[in-house]
């Protein structure tokens, strides 16, 4: 099994569904991001959880919602999906007793309708 | 604002040759990361650095602090090098900032 796995891989939704990308990593790493690529602009930092109790918005928070459910989950909600949500969403974890390296899932490829 | 700025975008190149990937940051920081993101889209970590200079088999990434620019180097390229190369930056305990990547394909 992988270390970060996320679910759904692939999702097709329409405009103004609710959607939820869940994450789940046995790393054991307290640390948990939510990314976003978009051809030619890099990962951009959605939001970003350093605990079970710990969560901060990163730089495009707007239009999305995350969950903390346990050391090992962070799942990140659409609530009222629109077409510009449309692109890859990687959950990464990180430990600083490891020197902070990154260990990402394998990306949610998610395309509203 | 930390920012990262990455060249080339684009890079083909034949097999064999000698590549350099660079990154330039904006502010101080604690460490700089290298990463490879192949075709299929999942991200693995090549390096971390916060000084010097580190070696992998045919890759070898350098930093210097001081002009606050890293270096890639791919020695002897093959085509399953291909993909896109992404450099990042931390900041003492606050998430990974991402440059836009370089995309590498290598010729046969």
């Known amino acids: 099994d992988a270390d970060v796995t996320q679910t759904p891989r692939n999702r097709i939704t329409k405009t103004g569904k609710r959607i939820m990308l869940e994450c789940s990593q046995t790393?054991?790493?307290?640390?948990m991001y939510w990314y976003r690529q978009d051809p030619g602009l890099g990962l951009r930092l959605i939001y970003y959880?350093?605990?079970?109790?710990?969560?901060n918005k990163g730089e495009i928070s707007d239009g999305y919602s995350v969950s903390r459910q346990a050391q090992a989950k962070f799942s990140l909600s659409l609530e009222s999906a629109i077409p510009n949500q449309t692109a890859l969403y990687f959950c990464?974890?990180?430990?600083?007793?490891?020197?902070?390296?990154?260990?990402f899932g394998s990306g949610t490829r998610l395309t509203v309708v | 604002k930390n920012e990262v700025e990455q060249s080339p975008q684009n890079l083909t190149a034949q097999e064999g040759e000698f590549i350099t990937i660079n990154c330039s940051y904006s502010?101080?920081?604690?460490?700089l990361h290298w990463l490879q993101q192949h075709p299929g889209g999942g991200i693995v970590s090549l390096f971390m650095?916060?000084?010097g200079k580190k070696k992998h088999g045919r890759l070898i990434a350098t930093i210097n602090i001081q002009e606050k620019h890293s270096s890639l180097h791919i020695t002897a390229s093959h085509p399953r090098d291909s993909a896109v190369y992404i450099c990042?930056?931390?900041?003492?305990?606050?998430?990974?900032?991402f440059g836009k990547g370089t995309r590498l394909s290598v010729i046969a």
């Open positions: 502010v101080g920081i604690s460490a």
């Open positions: 790393k054991g790493h307290d640390r």
């Open positions: 990464a974890t990180s430990d600083p007793r490891t020197s902070y390296g990154y260990t």
């Open positions: 990042a930056v931390r900041v003492g305990n606050t998430p990974l900032v």
């Open positions: 959880s350093f605990d079970v109790k710990d969560i």
């Open positions: 650095l916060s000084s």
